[in-house]
């Protein structure tokens, strides 16, 4: 197995405008390909981060979760390709032919990705949204590859871009493991 190189950061959200700025950082970033994995507990804010960087890929309209249809592709700056793999097992996900989306013309945001981790490619952004009580959420970036380690290495240290109560401010957790 290829040995990727890593890079990791947390991210301190106090609201959802700071879940978006970060979204919306990496949807700037983003191109053909692009892969993000989110994980986190039911409530984490998955969905959220995915609704605001389909705003920041420019996907007009509203985008919910697909906890259901599993799958649901929107048209931004890029094709969107919005999953979530909660309701099945990795077995399953087998068969939807998912390497499609992650090779395709588009970005693939994965909710609860950590269930078929056999099927996501290895070079890929993973992003795990942790509660820290209230509004408050710690979100672990951890780039694997190509351009990834480049958008980790570039993002801003805390206190970062702050919401409108200029609330963000946190300590950065550069080495923790995911
Ligand atoms: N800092 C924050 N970042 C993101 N969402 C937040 C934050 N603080 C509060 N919230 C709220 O937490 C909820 C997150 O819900 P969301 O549907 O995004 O979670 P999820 O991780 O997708 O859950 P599920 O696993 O059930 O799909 C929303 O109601 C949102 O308003
Ligand atoms: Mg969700």
Known sequence: MH?????????????EA?????????????QPGTVVALDGDLGAGKTKFSQGFAAALGVKGV????????????????????M????????????????????????S?????????DLLPEERLNLHIEHTGGE?????????GTPYVQWIAELPEPPQ???????????SKKDGEL
């Open 161 to 171: 871009i702050t919401n409108e109560a200029g609330a963000a401010q946190g300590e």
């Open 84 to 107: 979530d793999v909660y309701r099945i097992s990795q077995d399953e996900a087998e068969d939807l032919g998912l390497d499609e989306y992650f090779e395709g013309q588009g970005v």
């Open 63 to 82: 985008v919910n979760s697909p906890t259901f249809t599993l799958i649901k592709e929107y048209e931004g700056r890029l094709p969107l390709y919005h």
């Open 136 to 144: 408050g959420r710690t979100i672990h970036c951890k780039g694997v």
């Open 18 to 30: 700071d879940t978006a700025a970060l979204a919306a950082y990496f949807a700037n970033l983003a």
């Open 109 to 117: 945001l994965v909710e609860w990705a950590s269930i078929i981790p």
């Open 3 to 15: 040995a990727y190189e890593k890079a990791t950061k947390s991210w301190v959200s106090h609201g």
